[in-house]
Antibody
């Protein structure tokens, strides 16, 4: 049973960079056809797709966040990561990592709340 | 990319059927079969309920069904049960090789 789990700081200061890691277990991050995604949800609001990465390093980003987002993969550690620069209070959210197959996210982490505080 | 449009809320009595719509454009919902639906209970991660417009993952009740016509996808929940009370989100692949979620629908079981 494949599992994904987010980790990283729960507090980030405005203008700094948010950094999260997702660890994949029960399967290989290099499996063909699997994409690895980041999705976020501000408190009390809806889901927002941030972007995804293939094990080869190919990335796909939400155009509204593209200028601030970097997603990377470390196949040796079976992990992928999210960096979001120049954060503001609007970036406060629960951040989820997930596996995507043909666009559907079928395995989700439990989510991690990241608060941007001043 | 703009979020797909869903009704803010839908309600129904136990045993009834409800339908949630998800409206996009020809660049997302209307252009691809990759439309998914997710159920989210408070404080929990979303759960995949429908993929590729109308397919159910293993373990999902057959009371959940999906369809699509043009730029609008729909999720129908039949035989509504108390446990179905949750938020529901649609999602679609887009012509930009990205994914986009719907605005979300709160389902209330009366």
């Amino acid at each position: 049973q494949l599992q994904v789990q987010e980790s990283g700081p729960g507090l980030v200061k405005p203008s700094e960079t948010l950094s999260l890691t997702c660890t994949v277990s029960g399967g290989s991050i290099s499996s063909t056809g699997n994409f690895w995604a980041w999705i976020r949800q501000p408190p009390g609001k809806g889901l927002e797709w941030i972007g995804s990465i293939y094990y080869t390093g190919n990335t796909y980003y939400n155009p509204s966040l593209k200028s601030r987002v970097t997603i990377s993969v470390d196949t040796s550690k079976n992990q992928f990561s999210l960096r979001l620069s120049s954060v503001t209070a609007a970036d406060t959210a629960v951040y989820y990592c997930a596996r995507e197959i043909s666009s559907r996210a079928d395995s989700w982490g439990q989510g991690i709340l990241v608060t941007v505080y001043s | 990319q703009s979020a797909l449009t869903q009704p803010a809320s839908v309600s129904g009595s136990p045993g009834q059927s409800i339908t949630i719509s998800c409206t996009g454009t020809s660049s997302d919902v209307g252009g691809y079969i990759y439309v998914s639906w997710y159920q989210q209970h408070p404080g929990k991660a979303p759960k995949l309920m429908i993929y590729d417009v109308s397919n159910r993952p293993s373990g999902v009740s057959n009371r959940f069904s999906g369809s699509k016509s043009g730029n609008t996808a729909s999720l129908t929940v039949s035989g509504l049960q108390a446990e179905d009370e949750a938020d529901y989100y649609c999602s679609s692949y887009t012509s930009s090789s990205t994914n986009v979620f719907g605005t979300g629908t709160k389902v209330t079981v009366l």
